[in-house]
């Protein structure tokens, strides 16, 4: 049986999921099917990261099982990936509001999709409608009939998206910058991360018209505000330093390797990133308060045939 991680990073989010995973499917199937679990991401991912997580990570979901067997893959979920009929199960989580091009340039805001400019909103919406559609297309082709995709993204609410805060202060942090001569206004502009904000209903918008898309059924889809893993800490202990340290490395995983992609040539890679997140470290302390961004949780079905 195969199992797949759509956009895995280093793996750590994966581990526990997977675990259950396999759980469910040798209790469904037999306690001694062989199990694949295939994690997909760019080429330019830390696959050796992931590789050495599942070793010596605890939560490992190599750890006490037989005949599983971790791949990789080193493309784009937006193109084919695997043998059409092959995948029991797909999950993703924080991976799908990432764009397929980084063409757009939001002038007031470090995330794409928190642009207030109306033709950037306009074509962050195109954009992902499109990204969304060959996503579908694309696992659809990959999945048996009767298979699962689970997916968990960054989404909005009508009114605010739970990013507020957190992001506001990373694009403070390149004004700053900004100010102090360290950046020119079109390289501050340059400066965009290519992640969307979908609403609930345009996760929905493909299966609208006929209840289906590409052969896939949206069997749920919610939204839940994901509770900040750092702030019981720091409400017990008052520790801003540690509680902005925490948010700052965090943050620099998962944004650090596209800004740096971005960065004026004019200035070392690492030695711009490093600055920015100096900045934005020291920010995030002097005004902490809790990020609790939005998930759309969703669960898609391939028909049976």
């Known amino acids: 049986m195969t199992i797949v991680d759509y956009g895995c990073s280093q793996g750590r989010n994966s581990m526990i999921p997977m675990r259950k995973a396999i759980d469910v499917l040798r209790f469904r199937a037999g306690a001694i099917i062989p199990i694949e679990v295939v994690h997909t991401d760019l080429p330019s991912n830390d696959f050796s990261s992931l590789f050495e997580t599942l070793i010596s990570?605890?939560?490992?979901?190599m750890t006490g099982t037989s005949d599983v067997f971790p791949l990789a893959i080193g493309k784009s979920y937006f193109a084919p990936l695997?043998?059409?009929?092959?995948?029991?199960?797909?999950?993703?989580?924080?991976?799908?509001?990432?764009?397929?091009?980084?063409?757009?340039?939001a002038p007031d805001h470090i995330l794409a999709g928190m642009s207030s400019s109306p033709a950037v909103a306009a074509a962050v919406a195109a954009q992902q409608a499109r990204d969304w559609e060959c996503f579908l297309t694309q696992r659809s082709r990959e999945m048996r009939p009767g298979a699962k995709l689970v997916a968990g993204f960054t989404a909005r609410a009508e009114a605010d998206t739970g990013w507020e805060w957190l992001l506001g202060e990373l694009w403070s942090a390149v004004g700053d910058m900004r100010k102090d001569g360290l950046l020119s206004e079109r390289e501050e502009e340059q400066i965009t991360i290519p992640i969307g904000l979908r609403s609930l209903e345009d996760i929905q918008a493909p299966f609208r018209q006929s209840g289906s898309f590409a052969d896939l059924t949206l069997e749920h889809l919610d939204l839940v505000k994901v509770s900040d893993a750092f702030w019981p800490e720091f409400d017990g202990s008052g520790d801003r330093l540690a509680f902005a340290r925490h948010h700052a490395n965090g943050t620099r995983a998962w944004s650090g390797p596209l800004i740096a992609s971005v960065a004026p040539h004019s200035r070392k890679q690492t030695v711009f990133v490093d600055e920015l997140f100096s900045r934005f470290e020291h920010r995030l302390s002097k005004d902490p308060r809790p990020h609790e961004p939005y998930m759309a949780t969703v669960v898609l079905s391939k028909k049976d045939r």
């Open 82 to 105: 695997l043998s059409p009929g092959r995948v029991h199960l797909g999950w993703s989580t924080w991976a799908l509001q990432w764009m397929s091009t980084n063409t757009i340039d």
């Open 57 to 61: 990570d605890p939560n490992s979901y």
